[in-house]
């Protein structure tokens, strides 16, 4: 099992440990380093700097959203940084929810997701092909664009740039069981929001027949702790905002998650108290037994013993959201 780096996506402002921490995880062998974007940061721009501070760690964005840019702009970023890296890049990509796809990017959500990430990938691969202009007649994507108020003037084209590698791997943030499924035949890689390495059954039925080398990166926070239920407050945090906050009452991708994996009423009941603008309290009321089955909190013994359950699953490489170089250092000595 790899080991990655995720940095996720900026707070209220740049975090200055990034760097640090990236050179950091290249330096301890780490594989791969990724960033991310909600509606702040974007996820290209700082792997770019990282990139030029770094000689050999892969590069992810995990994820890039869709609805943030066209599928050919999405393509010019990942070959674009594939070049200046020197054939690093790795393209993860995400639909999100329509919460924020229409409220911060001001698109309509596809009433048909599948297939309208489907069209998405199927317009980045071609470009990076380069076999020939970019022609794609989708419901969601039509390259070149055919609607009633096109000007009729639009032609096929392909890339002024030839792409270093047309086989740049492509990872899609998948949560519903179709979709999974789905990624498995058009991606190369799946970037799970929640791993359990107890309740590897919540994915099963859409993991049959997987390719050979598909990649399985889910990201799980790790600290190296004394008192496990203070190290699983940040965790609890983050499921809190997620399940709470990242998606309506009626419609939320992560809550339904989290019912799938078994905590069904508990995530009802984080949502009621998000929405209700009782915060605090819907933090404290995430399972601290949810938090701790997706993440490594403890003292260096605990994690050990329980990194042997995320090494004997179908995870082949674990995106660790470390708060030190302490943390990353412990772990890479454990996978060794």
Same mark, same amino acid.
């Given at each position: 099992m790899r080991l990655g780096l995720a940095l996720g996506y900026w707070g209220r402002g740049p975090d200055s440990r990034h760097l640090e921490l990236a050179q950091e995880a290249e330096?301890? $062998?780490? %594989? @791969?380093?990724? !960033? *991310?974007e909600s509606w702040g940061s974007d996820a290209f721009t700082p792997l770019t700097w990282i990139a030029a501070h770094t000689s050999r760690i892969r590069l992810g964005t995990a994820i890039a959203q /869709? *609805? *943030?840019r066209s599928p050919t702009t999405t393509a010019m970023h990942a +070959? !674009? +940084? %594939?070049?200046? @890296? $020197? $054939?690093? /890049? /790795?393209?993860g990509l995400g639909l999100s929810g329509p919460q924020v796809v229409e409220g911060w990017y001001g698109r309509p959500f596809p009433r048909s997701p599948l297939t309208a990430t489907r069209e998405y990938v199927d317009v980045v691969r071609q470009v990076l092909r380069r076999e020939g202009p970019v022609e794609v007649d989708g419901r969601f994507h039509a390259h070149p664009y055919r609607g009633e108020d096109a000007t009729g003037l639009g032609k096929p084209l392909k890339p002024i740039t030839h792409p270093l590698r047309a086989d740049l791997p492509i990872l899609l943030g998948a949560e519903g069981p179709k979709n999974i499924a789905q990624t498995t035949r058009i991606a190369d890689g799946w970037l799970p929001l929640y791993w359990s390495p107890t309740r590897t059954d919540a994915y099963e039925a859409s993991l049959t027949d997987l390719p050979e080398d598909f990649v399985i990166a889910p990201m799980a926070r790790v600290t190296v702790c004394d008192d496990v239920a203070e190290g699983l407050l940040p965790v609890k945090a983050m499921l809190g905002f997620y399940i709470g906050g990242m998606g309506h009452a009626k419609r939320n991708f992560h809550a339904d998650l989290m019912a799938r994996m078994g905590y069904a009423d508990e *995530?009802?009941?984080?949502?009621?108290?998000? +929405?209700?603008g009782r915060r605090e309290e819907a933090v404290l009321a995430v399972p601290d037994a949810f938090a701790d089955e997706i993440s490594l909190v403890g003292p260096r013994g605990r994690i050990a013993e329980r990194l042997e359950l995320w090494r004997k699953g179908p995870v082949t490489d674990l995106l660790v959201l470390a708060p030190d170089p302490h943390t990353l250092r412990v772990l890479a000595e454990l996978n060794s």
């Open positions: 330096r301890l $062998g780490y %594989d @791969s380093v990724w !960033t *991310a /869709m *609805a *943030a +070959l !674009t +940084l %594939d070049h200046l @890296s $020197g $054939g690093r /890049m /790795m393209l *995530a009802r009941r984080v949502q009621e108290l998000f +929405l209700a």
